[in-house]
């Protein structure tokens, strides 16, 4: 009878370590997914506004689809599963943002630690997504130090408001419609890069054939 009790309270203390923990990875894996579904959804939108608003195209053949697309998907797999690890593991290294010396050390580690990578890898993924692989490194070259420069200004405001007045429940889609104005022009800046790169082709192409 012992040995049965023992056996079960054994059980009992496997089921109890291992149930929460796999509840625990579910939870963590629905809230990045929806982080991945929130900064999609946002990007589209911020693309679609910048080939509207700012490059003043119009809905039809101007404009291009399947580069909201693009961001759209960049948005989905990259951006939010990216910030939303990102920032569970500077709120677990540095805390709760009790106070404004806490904030400035998490908007540090966003600008300095967290950016710079996510920036190499959105524009290395623009540029497969583009079918255009032979000028990632290019691409990562020229435009991530613009808009890491870019970001030094943008990113610090934005992110001290995010770690001092934002809930943790709140701060993907803050970040996210943060990032749909930032976006705007990251993708403008894509766009112009593409022209340039397009363009220097081009005149080679001419060259070469001269």
Same mark, same amino acid.
């Given at each position: 009878l012992l040995e049965n009790i023992a056996i079960h309270l054994k059980k009992r203390t496997i089921l109890d370590t291992y149930l929460p923990s796999r509840l625990t990875n579910s939870m963590t894996l629905i809230r990045a997914v929806r982080a991945g579904l929130q900064s999609g959804t946002i990007m589209t939108v911020a693309d679609a506004a910048t080939q509207i608003a700012i490059e003043g195209k119009k809905t039809g053949e101007e404009y291009d689809v399947a580069r909201t697309l693009r961001w759209g998907v960049a948005g989905l797999v990259l951006h939010g599963p990216y910030f939303f690890q990102g920032f569970s593991?500077?709120?677990?290294?540095?805390?709760?943002?009790?106070?404004?010396? &806490? &904030?400035?050390? !998490?908007?540090?580690?966003?600008?300095f630690i967290l950016f710079p990578p996510y920036l190499c890898l959105l524009f290395g993924f623009m540029g497969i997504? #583009?079918?255009?692989?032979?000028? &990632? $490194? $290019?691409?990562? !070259? #020229?435009? &991530?130090? $613009?808009?890491?420069?870019?970001?030094c200004i943008f990113w610090p405001i934005a992110n001290g408001i995010n770690f001092s007045l934002v809930s943790p429940t709140f701060r993907v889609p803050y970040l996210a419609a943060s990032a749909g104005v930032w976006n705007s022009y990251l993708s403008w800046a894509n766009q112009r890069g593409n022209i340039k790169v397009a363009s220097t082709a081009s005149s080679v192409q001419r060259e070469t054939n001269d």
């Open positions: 593991m500077i709120d677990q290294r540095l805390g709760p943002a009790t106070s404004w010396h &806490v &904030v400035a050390k !998490k908007t540090a580690a966003a600008q997504l #583009e079918n255009h692989p032979n000028i &990632v $490194e $290019e691409k990562i !070259k #020229e435009r &991530v130090p $613009e808009a890491f420069l870019g970001g």
